[in-house]
């Protein structure tokens, strides 16, 4: 079944056309890889699918859905890719109005807290303010916030972006362990190993189009039909 359908999204800003007629779909139960160079769409893409930012044509349904419904928020945790959290606040007291605003009837959160926060080597800080925290600890702490809620789909824009080694290792970990309790997890990576090793599918993007779906048979190649893909398309000009 498909819990994520992404059809022929298009999206400019000003005249640059940025999404030109994205489609995909993530399966239930699957880890989907989604990669793609610098500036072509994929964060784009995840913002249109978590109704952060409107297309101009094209739809995305989340369990069949429109992305608007708050229903559907509910059953989606969201890593965005620059998860900064400039507020004065420790980790604790974040997840705190988290709970209160999202799981107020959650009495099994702050377990949750407890093994997630351990499982990403967070935990010593969650008394620590944000603003305190390093790159790779909000990083983690994104993750957190992410799954916390235990929600059915992930959707995570560079989850492994700033860690280190350990760190990439403990996300990759869980990522498959979010799978086997049954969960899906749609995430972009520049990290091609880490998509050979852990997804089961993945898709390619270059300049607002989505190139290849690559099936778990092929994956191993991944790197080469990337390479292959950007020799033939080229990368749009950075300005
Ligand atoms: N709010 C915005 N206003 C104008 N242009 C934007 C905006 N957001 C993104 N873009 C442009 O859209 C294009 C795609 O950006 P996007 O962030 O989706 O790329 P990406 O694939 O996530 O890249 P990266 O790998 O660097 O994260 C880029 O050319 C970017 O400059
Ligand atoms: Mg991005």
Redesign the pocket.
Known sequence: MEILLVKEVR?S??K?E??KGVSFSVRSGEVFGFV????????????VIMDL?RPDSGEVLLFGRPSSDPEVRKRVGFLP?HPYFYTNVTGREFLKFLQLSLYPEGSLFWERVSYYAEKLQIDWAMDKKLSEYSKGMLQRFGLLQAVVGEPELLIL??PMSGLDPIGRRLVADLILELKERGKTVFF?T?ILPDVERICDRACV?ID?RITDVVESGELQNIEEIFMERVREIGV?E??
Not at 36 to 47: E, I, L, R
């Open positions: 999206k800003f000003g640059a940025v999404l793609g160079p610098n500036g072509a769409g994929k964060s784009t893409t995840m913002k930012i890719e824009d560079e972009s520049h993007i607002g749009r950075v300005l």
